[in-house]
């Protein structure tokens, strides 16, 4: 069953505009979530993360947004770059796993010049 | 580079066959994983160690898989009697826990397994 789900399997977005990407969650025990990249044929790179007891947290163009009532999160770039056309996934982990991250099956954003 | 190394970067084998691979997580870090990512999906969790303990296997991981991490550094993933659904990138990642609440994972590039 997939615990962490990322509805759109890809994005389009004229550069410099914003990218929104969104994940979905439905364990309610999880309370650490991560936002990674990855290009083809690498693996994924960290990008930003939040705890739970947070609703926000920004790294420089990047900002993630944490729900926890809708268990919600999303991604913000702006602006946005062509370079940062990759597949963005959501990952999830609480501490009763472990840490175990659990893994949406990401979203392809492609940022047209 | 002082990041997460995997070894080979690429593997084909025919069905049947042994096969393992290798990964070098970052120095300090205590905690490594195993995953397992095929095409269009995220990658899926086969099993962590803290420091040399293996502490968790996903149901994934079948008895023709085995994890070691003999001394708490590098760690192999071998699998035994290769089938097609084997085919997949296998990742390693690893992570500092410090115990005092979650810490992100780093990825290597992974190791693309094919089986023919």
Same mark, same amino acid.
């Given at each position: 069953? %997939? %615990?962490?789900?990322?509805?759109s399997p890809?994005l389009s977005? %004229?550069?410099g505009?914003i990218? @929104?990407?969104?994940?979905?969650y439905?364990?309610?025990?999880?309370?650490?979530f991560?936002?990674?990249?990855?290009?083809?044929?690498e693996?994924p790179?960290?990008? @930003?993360s939040?705890?739970s @007891?947070?609703?926000?947290?920004?790294?420089?163009?990047?900002?993630v947004?944490?729900?926890k009532?809708?268990k919600?999160?999303?991604?913000?770039i702006?602006?946005s770059?062509?370079?940062?056309?990759?597949?963005?996934?959501c990952?999830?982990s609480?501490?009763?796993?472990?840490? %175990?991250?659990?893994f949406?099956t990401?979203?392809s954003?492609?940022? @047209?010049? | 580079? !002082?990041?997460?190394s995997?070894?080979p &970067?690429h *593997?084909i !084998? *025919?069905?049947?066959?042994?096969?393992?691979?290798?990964?070098?997580p970052i120095?300090?870090?205590?905690?490594?994983?195993?995953?397992?990512? !095929?095409?269009?999906?995220?990658?899926?969790?086969?099993?962590?160690?803290?420091?040399? /303990?293996?502490?968790? *296997?996903?149901r994934?991981?079948?008895?023709?898989?085995s994890?070691? &991490?003999? *001394?708490?550094?590098?760690s192999?993933?071998?699998? +035994?009697? !290769?089938?097609?659904g084997?085919? /997949?990138?296998?990742l390693? /990642?690893?992570?500092?826990? &410090?115990?005092r609440?979650?810490t992100? /994972?780093?990825?290597? +590039?992974?190791? &693309?397994l094919?089986v023919?």
């Open positions: 069953d %997939q %615990q962490v789900k990322q509805n890809s977005v %004229q550069e505009r990218s @929104i990407l969104n994940c979905d439905t364990n309610s025990m999880f309370d650490y991560l936002w990674y990249k990855k290009y083809p044929a693996g790179t960290f990008l @930003i939040i705890s @007891i947070k609703d926000k947290n920004e790294d420089g163009r990047f900002t947004f944490l729900n009532s809708a919600h999160l999303s991604l913000h702006v602006p770059q062509p370079g940062d056309s990759a597949v963005y996934f990952a999830a609480a501490r009763y796993t472990g840490n %175990q991250f659990y949406g990401g979203t954003l492609t940022v @047209i010049p | 580079d !002082t990041g997460v995997q070894d &970067r *593997k !084998t *025919k069905r049947g066959q042994n096969v393992t691979f290798r990964c070098d120095s300090e870090h205590n905690r490594l994983y195993w995953y397992r990512q !095929t095409l269009g999906q995220g990658p899926e969790f086969l099993t962590y160690f803290q420091n040399e /303990a293996q502490l968790e *296997k996903s994934l991981l079948s008895d023709r898989f994890a070691e &991490r003999p *001394k708490g550094s590098f192999t993933l071998e699998i +035994q009697r !290769t089938e097609q084997d085919s /997949a990138m296998y390693c /990642a690893s992570s500092l826990e &410090r115990g609440g979650n992100e /994972a780093f990825f290597g +590039q992974g190791t &693309r094919t023919v």
